[in-house]
Structures are given as C-alpha cells and as structure tokens.
C-alpha cells in the first residue's frame, strides 16, 4: 500500500504547530467541503483533508504517525511495521470513518477501532446519481455500488460493496434529494443501518431545459406560420403534440402546454419560446417573392432604435 | 467480497412530503433545540406557529443536514452555517441561470 504524507496533504511542515494545523485544515476544508466546492475530486480531497487531520491534530496520534519516521515519501510502498502497526497501543476513531479511510490509515490504526463497537445506528450515507432528463420524466431503476465498511470479530474495519437497484419515481428535478431508509452504513454492534441519501443530477438535454418541474424548449417556425397563424407540431417529453400559433406572432413569444412539463402531483408545464426562421431564397422564384415582400410592405424592423 | 442485490424505492424529499418536527429531527440526528434554533435563523420555515404544529416541506430535510454538515465540519457557528448555506444556494441558482442563458447564446 502507499504511503500517505499528512504533512504534505495539509500543505505544513513535520514541525507545524497544533493550531497551525487546524488552520491549515480548516482553509482546506473550506475549499474541498463537497458542500462548497465545485472541483470534480472534492470528495477525495476532503476524505484525505479529513483523515490528515484526524491523525495530526490528536497529539497522541500524531507522535506516533511521526515514529514512522520522516523517511517516507507520499506514494512509497509501505510496509507496517512488524506486529501489524502499534499492538501496545490505543487509539479511538469512529468505525464508519475508520471506513472511509486509506489502507494505509487502517494499516497504522486498525486496530484502534476495537473498543469502540458498541451498538448503535449506522451513519447516513449520500451519493449522486445522474441520469436524463427523458428517465426523469418516466422514471427509471438503477443500480448503485456502494462502498461500505464491515468491523470483524477482531475489530480490524474492511470494506465491501454493496449493489442496490434503486427505482427512481418519474417526474424527479435537479437537485432532488430521495431518501433510502436503512439503506446508509450499517450500524456498529448490530444497531440499525443509517439512511441513504440520493441526490438526482440531470443531464443536460440537446432540446430541452428543465427548470424545476417546467421544461422550456425553443420552437423554431416559418415566418407565414407566425404571421397567418398555424397548428404545428411540438415535441414535448411524452412524445409530439400540437400547437396552435396564433396569427401575428413575434420571435420570443412564449405559448404554455399546461402539465406537459415533468409529472407529479403538480405537474409541470412546457414553455414553448418561438424563434422564427427565414428560410433562405434559393431560386429566382424565391428571390422574387422576397423582393415583392420588401414592396408590398413597409416594414422597419429598426424603427424603435431611432434609425 | 459478498455482493446482495436488493431492489428498492426511495422517499422523494419534494415539496409534496410534509414532515412532522420529531421526523425532521429525526432525519437530521438532531436535537429539539437545534431544530428550533434552526428555524430562528431562518434556515427553515415551517408552518404551524408553535413546534408542536410546526411542519416541513421534504425540501427543508436536505437544506437543514447541509448547514448541520457546513456547521459541523467547517467549524463555524449556526450563523455562519446558515449565511454559508444562504450564500451557496445564491450561487447555486446562478450558475444554473447563466447556465441557460448560455445554452440559449450558444445555440
């Protein structure tokens, strides 16, 4: 397994004080917290920033963090000491972040982890899910895998993988949180399981944005279906209905196709944004119904700018 | 390694989930007292006007764990936690606004 340089994770030297540690990990926390930060590796950087941490700022923990010796490097193959780490030794962590931790961390510590199996309920747990909009609109199952920690008989934590298939209910939106009763880690000494967290993280779709349980979509048409007037066809999420438009419409105008947004109680609706389109003169025939058109009207599309 | 596999269905946590004060507390793995300072700084507003008839919209369970993990986690005071909280979900809404608006630019 590798080594794993704490002092080099929280940015410090091996001399660093206790409180320049907490501040050097209170800066990283703030800008690694998966709740603050938008960097794609933040839930990696803020377990490393967190298990640094756990280690360097117990004095005892630190002294013998440090007993490694100052050798190593971030990375090194490491081997624990012979004994399997510090047999004499004990130290007290939390079973569900001993889980989250390295193998490098639990080479060291595992054993610390003992004394504290006492029966109570399991952490909560959350993840992200990411999945189209067109499986939110009619829901979909998927399958998670789920890292999670098991304690032995002997105390020593592991981890396995758990898969769930999870039913996700149609008409979920951005952000949407489900919660999966029981399903988080499981509880030390045999107390419940903790809760599953998911968080709905819908992708961007070529056609259509989703505003909350609205979908917003542009809808291109001809300058005569515009001006005269026309029944078209929209493409909405459960497939194309029809549109009237209503004669003299302008690019822009925003026509409502109530309920046909995301499903619910309260379903959403789709707003419909016209954008008219030219088509452009291919033949003298066309060139000539263009030049009749600029006759027959007298039309400034520039007249409110005042040239 | 073992593997089960389980099908399940969740609780969506919308608008359309009311819960009650010993629910949400329950959900967050919290105290009375903390929800109720919760609801003094603004952080949640429940209907009903006193705790006992206090309800939540499902939408308040995951705003209510996250200022707990912001307070938790950054060290900062439930002030703090909920400015933090406030601030975040700003930015949040627009970045998905200029997000769109991109969108609409670009194509």
Same mark, same amino acid.
């Given at each position: 397994m590798e080594y794993k340089d704490y002092y080099k994770i929280l940015g410090i030297e091996r001399d660093?004080?206790?409180?320049?540690?907490? !501040?050097? =990990?209170?800066?990283?926390? !703030?800008? =690694?917290?998966?709740?603050?930060?938008?960097?794609?590796?933040?839930?990696a950087r803020f377990k490393e920033i967190n298990e640094a941490n756990e280690v360097l700022k117990d004095p005892e923990k630190r002294a013998a963090y440090d007993n490694l010796g100052s050798g190593w490097q971030a990375g090194q193959d490491f081997h624990p000491p012979p004994g399997g780490g510090f047999e004499h030794q004990e130290f007290h962590f939390r079973p569900e972040d001993m889980a989250q931790f390295s193998d490098f961390f639990a080479s060291v510590f595992g054993r610390g982890a003992r004394g504290e199996a006492r029966r109570r309920r399991g952490e909560d747990q959350s993840a992200r899910l990411r999945i189209d909009l067109s499986d939110a609109y009619k829901g979909t199952t998927r399958q998670l895998r789920l890292d999670e920690p098991v304690i032995g008989a002997d105390g020593r934590v592991s981890s396995r993988t758990r898969t769930l298939n999870v039913r996700i209910p149609a008409g979920v939106t951005q952000g949407q949180q489900i919660r999966l009763g029981g399903q988080g880690t499981p509880g030390p000494g045999g107390g419940p399981a903790g809760d599953l967290y998911l968080e709905i993280d819908i992708a961007p779709h070529p056609q259509f944005r989703a505003d909350r349980k609205d979908i917003h979509v542009e809808l291109p048409v001809a300058p005569w279906e515009a001006a005269l007037g026309a029944t078209v066809p929209v493409p909405t999420l459960g497939g194309p209905v029809n549109l009237k438009i209503p004669a003299g419409s302008q690019s822009g105008k925003r026509l409502r196709l109530k309920g046909r947004g995301l499903p619910g109680a309260t379903a959403g609706d789709e707003l419909v944004e016209l954008v008219i389109v030219a088509p452009p003169p291919e033949t003298d025939e066309q060139r000539a119904l263009y030049r009749r058109m600029a006759e027959a009207f007298s039309f400034n599309p520039r007249a409110g700018m005042g040239v | 390694m073992r593997q089960a596999l389980i099908s399940i269905e969740g609780v969506l946590l919308d608008e359309e989930l009311t819960l009650t004060f010993a629910e949400l507390r329950q959900l967050c793995g919290s105290s009375d007292q903390i929800i109720e300072l919760l609801v003094d700084e603004g952080v949640l507003h429940p209907w009903g006007k006193r705790p006992k008839e206090w309800r939540f919209s499902g939408r308040e369970v995951s705003r209510a764990r996250r200022v707990l993990r912001l307070q938790r986690d950054l060290d900062l005071n439930l002030a703090g936690a909920a400015l933090a909280l406030d601030l975040l979900e700003e930015i949040e809404s627009l970045r998905a606004r200029v997000h769109l608006l991109e969108r609409r630019a670009g194509g």
């Open positions: 660093a004080s206790q409180d320049e540690i907490k !501040r050097a =990990y209170r800066r990283l926390a !703030r800008k =690694y917290h998966p709740d603050v930060s938008k960097e794609s590796n933040a839930e | -």
